[in-house]
């Protein structure tokens, strides 16, 4: 099973100055939609308001095969998130978050051997949240649960950054994988390079960084080798998604494979396969790779 925690939201996507289109989104939600459709069991952990709009995302990660038995529904309104989209497809966003004050105790899964979890982005930074995050976490690291972390750091939230920036290393260092942005790294740490970057993720006790670059690539930095992985050629539409879709090809990779001894050669499938998703969602307007052609779920 792959774990998905973290926030649910309703992306409005705005270009030009007008509302383009909508679609169910935040950093968790976006990887469980695509590693489900590319087949994977996926479970969400996350919170939903009990309005239309919870209703419709709830409908969409069903009809999507993603266990929503974990998704704890709060009375309010769901979290929106207004992305507005630059000439480059990139996007700056406002959010519009209702949750209540006290976070719900969510009940430990049954992780299995072999079970990933992937978590990350302002969710799991929040202080709201920690006690809940750092449970499941010890709890997963107990269980043998491989642990795949995206701190996903937007401009929004920088002035909360000398609060957040011990849970960030906290996070890391509980886990066995780290995936980020040069941007992330610039804001956590002032890191301008991959190298820097690794040495601040080693830092704070892991040791192997996916460091995305865009257009400019990936970078791998374990303390046995490093390597380089070129990016592809793309017409963008929108990047919203493109790095929680990456996680999900990399994290289905490992599901498949079985691999917790990570060696090169399936480092090489598992970022080829990221690459492949991230561009997919590039393309789209999507946050989420497509649905295979003999996939007839909504």
Known sequence: MI??????????VFQGGQ???????????????????YGEPVTLITELGNDETGKLISDFLQK???????????????????????????????????LPEEAPDFTLPDFKPGDILLFGSFYAV?????RNTDTLLHH???????IYYDPNVRKSHLPEL????????????????????????????GAESGEAAFRFVKACGCNQLIYTRNSAGTDLFTTGFSKHF???ELNIVSTIGAGDSFNAGFVSAIHQLGKNELDENFWDVAIGRAVIFASEVCCSRENFISKP???QQA
């Open 230 to 232: 070129e990016a592809r």
């Open 293 to 295: 052609a003999n996939n």
């Open 19 to 37: 509302p383009v289109w909508a679609v169910p989104g935040g950093s968790m939600l976006n990887a469980a939609v695509s590693a489900a459709r």
């Open 64 to 98: 999507n095969g993603i266990d929503t038995s974990r998704i704890h529904y709060y009375t309010g309104n769901t979290t929106l998130a207004l992305a507005f989209l630059n000439e480059k497809g990139d996007a700056q966003y406002e959010f519009y978050a209702h």
């Open 162 to 189: 000398e609060t957040t920036l011990t849970f960030y290393k906290s996070n890391i260092s509980k886990s066995d994988l780290v995936r980020g942005s040069d941007e992330d790294f610039s804001y956590l740490a």
């Open 126 to 130: 929040n202080k709201r949240n920690r």
């Open 3 to 12: 774990w998905c925690l973290g926030e649910s939201l309703y992306d409005i």
């Open 140 to 146: 997963a690291r107990q269980s043998g649960v491989f």
